[in-house]
């Protein structure tokens, strides 16, 4: 296992992380070792993060609101 990609390397990097990054190390550890462990912090943070930005997106200051969210 490469040290980069180990749960505690990667729980590290996680604050970090985009959106776009943490969907993309989502996807690759669906496609690779599958840890239940990593995919579950990987989906809580993901979701944090997108519930965030829909958040920002539905109480837009300037009172627009973007239906891609």
Same mark, same amino acid.
């Given at each position: &296992?490469?040290?980069?990609?180990?749960?505690? @390397?990667? +729980?590290?990097? &996680?604050? !970090?992380?985009? %959106?776009? #990054? !943490?969907?993309? @190390? !989502? /996807?690759? %550890?669906?496609?690779?070792?599958?840890? &239940?462990? +990593? !995919?579950?912090?990987?989906?809580?943070?993901?979701?944090? /993060?997108?519930? %965030?930005? %829909?958040?920002? #997106?539905? $109480?837009?200051?300037?009172?627009?609101?973007?239906?891609? $969210?």
């Amino acid at each position: &296992m490469n040290s980069d990609n180990s749960y505690r @390397a990667i +729980v590290r990097r &996680m604050p !970090l992380m985009d %959106e776009k #990054a !943490l969907r993309a @190390a !989502l /996807v690759e %550890e669906l496609d690779g070792e599958r840890r &239940m462990m +990593v !995919l579950e912090r990987l989906h809580q943070r993901y979701c944090k /993060v997108r519930a %965030e930005r %829909e958040r920002l #997106a539905i $109480f837009n200051p300037n009172g627009e609101l973007p239906h891609d $969210f």
